[in-house]
């Protein structure tokens, strides 16, 4: 599933939520892309 498909998704109920969790997840994953040693690691 892509970002479109999901504001597009969560958009049918309200607008503002779906433009909000989209910029969460393009925060996220910008930050798990700098930071690509960040968590425990699993053995």
């Given at each position: ?11 049918k ?31």
């Open positions: 599933m892509d970002l479109k498909n999901i504001a597009k998704y969560i958009g109920d309200s607008k503002y939520y779906a433009k909000l969790q989209v910029v969460r997840i393009k925060t996220k994953t910008e930050i798990i892309k700098r930071q690509i040693l960040i968590g425990n690691l699993v053995p």
